[in-house]
C-alpha cells in the first residue's frame, strides 16, 4: 500500500468522524478550598522573599507571611464551617477531586493551629548563644555547604540563616491540608507528595549534629520513597478494579451498585484480586506516614535527627493528615470490605500500641523515647479507627487535636535545656532539671502525664473517647490490649518525671535556656490547651461528634 493511500485513509477517518465537542471548563469553588490556596500562595510568595528580599530582612518577611497566612486560613476554616459546609453543606468541590465536610475541615483547623505553633518554633532565636554577634536559630546557617567545611564556617561567620525554612513549612501544609480532604486517589498522591518532600529537606537542616541530620533525611526520604511507590502500585490497581479514580465510583463497585460499566473495562472489573492487593497497598502507605508498628522503622532515627522544632511539627501534623487520609479511605472507599480490613488494622493496632511502648523502656535519649511513645499514640488512634462508627471518627478527630498541642510542647520544651553541644537530649542530662528549672520541668511534666493519659490531662479525655468507642465497637480486646499498653508507657513517662524531681543534680549539667516569647507561647498554649480538654472536654467533644460525618 502507497503512502498517499494510507494518508488518505488518515484523512477521511478525521474528516467522516464527529465533529469534536468543545472542552468544558473546569469549575473550582475557589472560596471552599481558600484555607490550602492561602497557604500555598503564601508558600509561592515565600519563595519569592528568597529571591528578592535583602538578606538582613528576609526572616521577619517570612515570619511575617507564614503567621498571616496560617492565621487567615484558619480563619477561613472556621468560616467555612460556621457557614455550614461542616454539617448540612457538606459536598465534593474541585469536579469531585476535594471533599468539604466536617472531617476534612476539623483536621485543616488542628493542622493549621499546630502549623502556626510550629512557625513560632522554627522562628526561635535565643535558645543559641550568638554566633559572631549574629542570633541564631536550630537551622544551618547555609543548607548546602559541606558540614565542616569551609564554607559552613564563612556561612556562620557572615551571620546567614536558612530562611528557606518557612516557604517549605508552608508547601507542606498546603499538602497536608489536601491530603485528609482528597476525594480521588490521583489527588491523595498528589497531596501525599506536595507534604512530604518538604518534609525530607527541613530534616536535614539543623545548625547542629548536622551529620546526624543529613542521615535522619536520608534514610526518612529513602524509606518515604519505598512507601510512595508501594502507594503508587496501590492505586493503579484499584483504578484497575473501579475503573475510576474516584472513591465514590470504587466504593459503588466494591458493594456492587454500579450501573454503567465501560465495555472495555468489564473484563478486569470486580476482579477481586486487584481489590484486596490495591488496598492492601495504600493502606501500607498510609500506615507508613502513621509510624505504625512495622512500618514505623523510619520514626525514631528521624525524630532523633531532625532539627528538633521540625520534630515536633511534623510528629503532630502528619498524624493528622495521614489518619484524617485513612479514615476517609476505609469509611468511604471501603466499607464494604470491612470483613476484610478489620482483621489486619487488628493485628497492626496490638503490635503498634505493645510494640510502642515495650521498645520505649529501652531508649537513653529523650527524642527517641518521644518517637516510640508516638509510635504507641498511632495505636491507641488505630483502636478508634477500627471502631468503625460514627463516635469511632469523633474519638479520633479528638485525640488528634489533643495529640497535636501536646506533641509540639513537649519537643519546644526539649529545645530549651542545652549544654556546650545544643541540645541535652541524654536522659542522664536531665537529671535533677525539677531543681535547677522548676517551671521547665513542671511543664514537661504536664506534657508527659498527658501522653500516659492521666486523668484532668487531654490524654486521658482523648484515650477514653477511643476506646470506648472501640469497645462499643466489638473491640473489646483492643481496649484491654490498649489498658495494658498504656500501663506499660506510664512507667517511662514516670521515670523521666522522678529522675528530673528526686535526682541530684550534676554540677556539670545542661543549663535550661530562656525563650524568646515565640516558643514561650507555643509551650503556653500546649498547657492550656492540655489542661483544658482533660478538665472540660465536653464542648470539644461535641465539636468533634458534629464533624464527625463524611460525605460521599
Given at each position: 500500500?502507497?503512502?498517499?493511500a494510507?494518508?488518505?485513509?488518515?484523512?477521511t477517518?478525521a474528516?467522516?468522524a464527529?465533529?469534536?465537542?468543545?472542552?468544558?471548563?473546569?469549575?473550582?469553588?475557589?472560596?471552599?478550598?481558600s484555607?490550602?490556596?492561602?497557604?500555598?500562595?503564601?508558600?509561592?510568595?515565600?519563595?519569592?522573599?528568597?529571591?528578592f528580599?535583602?538578606r538582613?530582612?528576609?526572616?521577619?518577611a517570612q515570619?511575617?507571611?507564614?503567621v498571616?497566612?496560617l492565621?487567615?486560613?484558619?480563619?477561613?476554616?472556621?468560616?467555612?464551617?460556621?457557614?455550614?459546609y461542616?454539617?448540612?453543606?457538606?459536598?465534593?468541590?474541585?469536579?469531585?477531586?476535594?471533599?468539604?465536610?466536617?472531617?476534612?475541615?476539623?483536621?485543616?483547623?488542628t493542622?493549621?493551629l499546630?502549623g502556626?505553633?510550629?512557625?513560632?518554633?522554627?522562628?526561635?532565636?535565643?535558645?543559641?548563644?550568638?554566633a559572631h554577634?549574629?542570633r541564631?536559630?536550630?537551622f544551618?546557617?547555609?543548607?548546602?555547604?559541606?558540614?565542616?567545611s569551609?564554607?559552613?564556617?564563612?556561612?556562620v561567620?557572615?551571620?546567614?540563616?536558612?530562611?528557606?525554612?518557612?516557604?517549605?513549612l508552608?508547601?507542606a501544609?498546603s499538602?497536608?491540608?489536601?491530603?485528609?480532604a482528597a476525594?480521588?486517589?490521583?489527588?491523595?498522591?498528589?497531596?501525599?507528595?506536595v507534604?512530604?518532600?518538604?518534609?525530607?529537606?527541613?530534616?536535614?537542616?539543623a545548625?547542629r549534629?548536622?551529620?546526624?541530620?543529613?542521615e535522619?533525611?536520608?534514610?526518612?526520604?529513602?524509606?518515604?520513597?519505598?512507601?510512595?511507590?508501594?502507594?503508587?502500585?496501590?492505586?493503579?490497581?484499584?483504578?484497575g478494579?473501579?475503573?475510576?479514580?474516584?472513591?465514590?465510583?470504587?466504593a459503588h463497585v466494591?458493594d456492587g451498585?454500579?450501573t454503567?460499566?465501560?465495555?472495555?473495562?468489564?473484563?478486569?472489573?470486580?476482579?477481586?484480586?486487584?481489590?484486596?492487593?490495591g488496598?492492601?497497598?495504600v493502606?501500607?502507605?498510609?500506615?507508613?506516614?502513621?509510624?505504625?508498628?512495622?512500618?514505623?522503622?523510619?520514626?525514631?532515627?528521624?525524630?532523633?535527627?531532625?532539627?528538633?522544632?521540625?520534630?515536633?511539627?511534623?510528629?503532630?501534623?502528619?498524624?493528622?493528615?495521614?489518619f484524617g487520609?485513612?479514615?476517609?479511605?476505609?469509611y468511604?472507599?471501603?466499607?464494604?470490605?470491612?470483613?476484610?480490613?478489620?482483621?489486619?488494622?487488628w493485628?497492626?493496632?496490638i503490635?503498634?500500641m505493645?510494640?510502642?511502648?515495650i521498645?520505649?523502656i529501652?531508649?537513653?535519649?529523650?527524642?527517641?523515647?518521644?518517637?516510640?511513645?508516638?509510635?504507641?499514640?498511632?495505636?491507641?488512634?488505630?483502636?478508634?479507627?477500627?471502631a468503625?462508627?460514627?463516635?469511632?471518627v469523633s474519638?479520633?478527630?479528638?485525640?488528634?487535636?489533643?495529640?497535636?498541642?501536646?506533641?509540639?510542647?513537649?519537643?519546644?520544651?526539649v529545645?530549651?535545656?542545652?549544654?556546650?553541644?545544643g541540645?541535652?537530649?541524654?536522659?542522664?542530662?536531665?537529671?535533677?532539671?525539677?531543681?535547677?528549672?522548676?517551671?521547665?520541668?513542671?511543664?514537661?511534666?504536664v506534657?508527659?502525664l498527658?501522653?500516659?493519659?492521666?486523668?484532668?490531662?487531654?490524654?486521658?479525655?482523648?484515650k477514653?473517647?477511643?476506646?470506648k468507642?472501640?469497645?462499643e465497637g466489638?473491640?473489646?480486646?483492643?481496649v484491654?490490649?490498649?489498658?495494658?499498653?498504656?500501663?506499660?508507657a506510664?512507667?517511662?513517662?514516670?521515670?523521666?518525671?522522678?529522675?528530673?524531681?528526686?535526682?541530684?543534680?550534676?554540677?556539670?549539667?545542661p543549663?535550661v535556656?530562656?525563650?524568646?516569647p515565640?516558643?514561650?507561647?507555643a509551650?503556653?498554649?500546649?498547657?492550656?490547651?492540655?489542661?483544658?480538654?482533660?478538665?472540660?472536654?465536653?464542648y470539644?467533644?461535641?465539636?468533634?461528634s458534629?464533624?464527625?460525618?463524611?460525605?460521599?
Amino acid at each position: 500500500m502507497s503512502a498517499s493511500a494510507v494518508h488518505s485513509l488518515w484523512t477521511t477517518a478525521a474528516t467522516a468522524a464527529e465533529p469534536i465537542s468543545k472542552i468544558d471548563a473546569p469549575k473550582i469553588e475557589y472560596g471552599q478550598l481558600s484555607p490550602t490556596l492561602i497557604v500555598l500562595g503564601a508558600a509561592v510568595v515565600g519563595v519569592l522573599v528568597e529571591a528578592f528580599v535583602p538578606r538582613k530582612s528576609r526572616y521577619y518577611a517570612q515570619v511575617f507571611v507564614a503567621v498571616v497566612a496560617l492565621v487567615a486560613a484558619f480563619s477561613a476554616v472556621v468560616a467555612l464551617a460556621a457557614g455550614g459546609y461542616g454539617t448540612t453543606k457538606a459536598h465534593i468541590a474541585a469536579m469531585g477531586a476535594v471533599a468539604v465536610d466536617g472531617p476534612a475541615l476539623f483536621l485543616q483547623g488542628t493542622i493549621l493551629l499546630a502549623g502556626i505553633l510550629g512557625v513560632f518554633t522554627f522562628a526561635e532565636r535565643r535558645l543559641d548563644p550568638e554566633a559572631h554577634g549574629n542570633r541564631v536559630d536550630a537551622f544551618a546557617a547555609q543548607a548546602a555547604s559541606v558540614p565542616g567545611s569551609d564554607s559552613e564556617k564563612a556561612a556562620v561567620k557572615a551571620g546567614f540563616t536558612t530562611t528557606e525554612v518557612f516557604p517549605l513549612l508552608l508547601f507542606a501544609i498546603s499538602g497536608m491540608l489536601v491530603f485528609p480532604a482528597a476525594n480521588d486517589l490521583l489527588t491523595l498522591f498528589v497531596a501525599l507528595e506536595v507534604f512530604s518532600l518538604p518534609l525530607y529537606l527541613l530534616c536535614a537542616v539543623a545548625r547542629r549534629k548536622r551529620l546526624m541530620s543529613q542521615e535522619a533525611a536520608v534514610k526518612y526520604f529513602l524509606l518515604g520513597a519505598f512507601a510512595s511507590a508501594f502507594t503508587l502500585f496501590g492505586i493503579a490497581l484499584l483504578y484497575g478494579y473501579a475503573g475510576s479514580m474516584s472513591y465514590a465510583t470504587i466504593a459503588h463497585v466494591v458493594d456492587g451498585t454500579v450501573t454503567n460499566v465501560d465495555p472495555a473495562l468489564a473484563g478486569t472489573m470486580g476482579n477481586d484480586v486487584l481489590l484486596l492487593m490495591g488496598m492492601a497497598l495504600v493502606v501500607m502507605g498510609l500506615l507508613f506516614k502513621v509510624g505504625a508498628v512495622p512500618f514505623h522503622m523510619w520514626t525514631p532515627d528521624v525524630y532523633q535527627g531532625a532539627p528538633t522544632p521540625v520534630t515536633g511539627f511534623m510528629a503532630a501534623a502528619t498524624k493528622v493528615a495521614a489518619f484524617g487520609a485513612l479514615l476517609r479511605l476505609l469509611y468511604v472507599v471501603l466499607p464494604g470490605m470491612r470483613w476484610d480490613w478489620r482483621p489486619v488494622m487488628w493485628a497492626v493496632a496490638i503490635v503498634t500500641m505493645l510494640g510502642g511502648a515495650i521498645v520505649a523502656i529501652t531508649q537513653t535519649d529523650i527524642k527517641r523515647l518521644l518517637a516510640y511513645s508516638s509510635i504507641a499514640h498511632a495505636g491507641f488512634i488505630l483502636a478508634g479507627v477500627i471502631a468503625t462508627s460514627p463516635d469511632g471518627v469523633s474519638s479520633v478527630l479528638f485525640y488528634l487535636g489533643a495529640y497535636s498541642f501536646v506533641t509540639i510542647g513537649a519537643f519546644a520544651v526539649v529545645t530549651l535545656v542545652r549544654d556546650a553541644g545544643g541540645e541535652a537530649t541524654h536522659l542522664s542530662k536531665w537529671a535533677g532539671l525539677g531543681r535547677r528549672s522548676p517551671l521547665v520541668a513542671a511543664v514537661f511534666a504536664v506534657f508527659l502525664l498527658a501522653f500516659a493519659g492521666i486523668p484532668l490531662t487531654s490524654g486521658f479525655a482523648g484515650k477514653f473517647a477511643v476506646f470506648k468507642a472501640a469497645a462499643e465497637g466489638g473491640a473489646g480486646v483492643l481496649v484491654v490490649v490498649g489498658v495494658i499498653s498504656s500501663a506499660i508507657a506510664a512507667f517511662f513517662y514516670i521515670r523521666v518525671i522522678v529522675l528530673m524531681f528526686f535526682s541530684e543534680p550534676k554540677p556539670e549539667g545542661p543549663t535550661v535556656a530562656v525563650p524568646s516569647p515565640l516558643t514561650t507561647t507555643a509551650i503556653a498554649v500546649g498547657v492550656a490547651v492540655t489542661l483544658v480538654l482533660g478538665v472540660a472536654p465536653q464542648y470539644f467533644l461535641n465539636l468533634a461528634s458534629q464533624a464527625g460525618v463524611f460525605v460521599r
